[in-house]
């Protein structure tokens, strides 16, 4: 399964963006059982999940985000979204997607940058 992550940029604190991640090499029906999350990263410090959706759309998120971001999925496009308003300059880092387990290879990700 391979992992392509897109919508990230450089964005104004209070701002939003909607990230997306695509996974091919999968049918949606095997895809659909994955629960699936996003995951972020700073120079120097542990990837961090953020928020994780299940097959059967149960969602969670760390307290850092919790209200701010909104986790989605459309099984039939074998992608996951991760909608983020209020942003703040603690929120920049590279975005991944995977799911939580077993791991596919990590994509490339996507840098999100908030700065005025």
């Known amino acids: 399964v391979q992992l392509v992550e897109s919508g990230g940029g450089l964005v104004q604190p209070g701002g939003s963006l909607r990230l997306s991640c695509a996974a091919s090499?999968?049918?949606?029906?095997?895809?659909?059982?994955?629960?699936m999350g996003w995951f972020r990263q700073v120079p120097g410090k542990q990837r961090e999940l953020v928020a994780g959706?299940?097959?059967?759309?149960?969602?969670n998120y760390a307290d850092s985000v919790k209200g701010r971001f909104t986790i989605s999925r459309d099984n039939s496009k074998n992608t996951v979204y991760l909608q983020m308003n209020s942003l703040k300059p603690e929120d920049t880092a590279v975005y991944y997607c995977n799911a939580i387990s077993p791991r596919f290879n990590w994509g490339q990700g996507t840098q999100v940058t908030v700065s005025s």
């Open positions: 090499g999968t049918s949606g029906t095997i895809f659909s059982i994955y629960t």
């Open positions: 959706i299940t097959h059967g759309f149960i969602t």
